[in-house]
């Protein structure tokens, strides 16, 4: 393998997902259908998208297990406030990782997005 090129992640209701995404959290739309929205993301270094099921989500729990790490050019500290007066619950404190300084938010559905401000 040399690189992952695309992420998607199923979500169980993707109008108030893709609200989330962009009214929330500031992501960018570069295209959306009924099936998906694609955000842009640091000028095409990574794909990201959000999509209808592929299959049956009933009884199913979503997220678990799944961390999706997002390199930010901003200072950490400030982007975690700015997140939480938009109303985004944060899942602890700012850490400090090999990578650099980091904190963690779950989405809808329960998928951990990381944001990194990079070493």
């Known amino acids: 393998m040399k690189q992952l090129t695309f992420a998607s992640l199923q979500v169980k209701n993707l109008d108030a997902s893709k ?15 009924p099936q998906a929205c694609v955000f842009k993301y640091n000028e095409g270094e990574a794909s ?17 297990g799944v961390a999706l790490w997002f390199a930010v050019e901003e200072n950490v500290d400030q982007l975690k406030e700015k997140l939480i007066s938009n109303g985004v619950q944060t899942t602890g404190p ?16 329960g998928y951990k997005l990381t944001f990194l401000e990079s070493k």
């Open 94 to 109: 700012i850490i400090e990782t090999p990578f650099g300084r980091a904190f963690h938010i779950l989405d809808l559905d």
């Open 19 to 33: 609200e989330f995404y962009t009214e929330k959290l500031g992501f960018e739309i570069q295209d959306v259908n």
């Open 48 to 64: 990201f998208a959000i999509r209808t099921p592929l299959e049956a989500l009933e009884g199913r729990e979503l997220g678990t």
